[in-house]
């Protein structure tokens, strides 16, 4: 079996990419983390690293076992904060989700950390794909998707609902397929996603995105409909988002004959039980939803 300090030691040392730097994080000397790394190489039996003077690469050994091994040592941690503390209001808890459902989200989870402050909310925002990725790699404890998962490491089921609507500058009243194409599209990380639901089932015209031209990009949930509200193009966008833009007046929203809305999923790692603080945040967003 390998030993867990070791393997700590090698893994802080490949991501601080620093045997100094990594001897004063772990509190050691820096003869002490080359003598880990070299006890460990002679575990295994076979190179970890290629050093260069006072640089070093990963070997394809190494560059395996700090991907097995950082998650092994993220399972020993979760593993160990769980057997001291599993109280259903304190501790942290770590969450993503895409912007649409953090807007809402947040502000819950946020409440919900007044009442207890014992909890510790970590919320990012980041796309589907992202999202997903975090949770298969124990970068977050939690997700929460627009789009069911694919990874074989994640588990998830449906909360809930949101509908999606087309989004236009304020003077267009009727949004025309000709009047969609002549403003351009705004894009965003889930644009693809959402505009195929929506604009499939309500314009016979669209087959995909790339038929309509695109005239900008925001990654950021707040800022999407700016250019929107300044003529620049069009959007589509879960409600929630577009209730929560602070210039409604510059703006159309435009409920379709065909309404459509996207599945909301929580999702978690499949092997990886979840604390009770985790069970009273998903609790807590399904009351909301």
């Known amino acids: 079996m390998i030993n867990p300090i070791w393997l700590n030691t090698f893994c802080t040392l490949v991501e601080v990419n620093h045997f100094t730097q990594t001897a004063d994080r772990l509190h050691m000397t820096q003869s002490g983390v080359s003598q880990h790394i070299k006890k460990l190489e002679q575990h295994v039996n076979c190179a970890l690293l290629e050093r260069h003077g006072k640089q070093f690469s990963l070997t394809v050994h190494g560059q395996n076992l700090y991907q097995q091994g950082s998650l092994l040592l993220k399972e020993w941690q979760f593993l160990e904060q769980q057997l001291k503390d599993?109280?259903?209001?304190?501790?942290?808890?770590?969450?993503?989700?895409?912007?649409?459902?953090?807007?809402?989200f947040y502000s819950q989870l946020l409440a919900l950390q007044t009442k207890h402050q014992g909890l510790n909310i970590d919320y990012r925002f980041a796309p589907n794909i992202s999202v997903e990725q975090a949770v298969a790699n124990h970068n977050a404890d939690i997700g929460f998707?627009?789009?069911?998962?694919t990874l074989s490491e994640v588990t998830s089921h449906k909360i809930g609902t949101e509908p999606l609507l087309l989004v236009t500058p304020a003077h267009i009243k009727t949004?025309?397929?000709?009047?969609?194409?002549?403003?351009?599209?705004?894009?965003?990380?889930?644009?693809?996603?959402?505009?195929?639901?929506?604009?499939?089932?309500?314009?016979?015209?669209?087959?995909?995105?790339?038929?309509?031209?695109?005239?900008?990009f925001s990654n950021q949930i707040s800022l999407i409909l700016e250019p929107v509200s300044l003529g620049l193009g069009f959007?589509?966008?879960?409600?929630?988002?577009?209730?929560?833009?602070?210039?409604?007046?510059?703006?159309?929203?435009?409920?379709?004959?065909?309404?459509?809305?996207e599945n909301i999923y929580v999702c978690h790692h499949r092997n990886r039980p979840?604390?009770?603080?985790?069970?009273?945040?998903?609790?807590?967003?399904?009351?909301?939803?």
């Not at 998707?145 to 998962?149: R, V």
């Not at 949004?175 to 194409?181: G, N, S, V």
């Not at 929560?244 to 309404?259: G, R, S, V």
């Not at 979840?274 to 939803?289: D, F």
Request: charged share 15%.
């Open 235 to 261: 959007t589509v966008l879960p409600a929630h988002a577009i209730s929560a833009f602070n210039k409604p007046k510059l703006i159309q929203t435009h409920y379709l004959a065909n309404p459509i809305s």
């Open 274 to 289: 979840l604390a009770k603080r985790m069970h009273t945040v998903i609790y807590t967003i399904k009351e909301s939803l």
């Open 86 to 104: 599993d109280s259903p209001y304190s501790g942290k808890v770590k969450i993503q989700s895409p912007g649409s459902c953090g807007l809402q």
């Open 145 to 149: 998707l627009t789009q069911a998962p």
């Open 175 to 216: 949004p025309t397929w000709q009047a969609l194409c002549e403003l351009g599209f705004i894009a965003h990380p889930d644009a693809k996603h959402h505009a195929q639901l929506l604009l499939s089932e309500n314009y016979p015209q669209f087959e995909h995105l790339e038929q309509i031209k695109h005239t900008g």
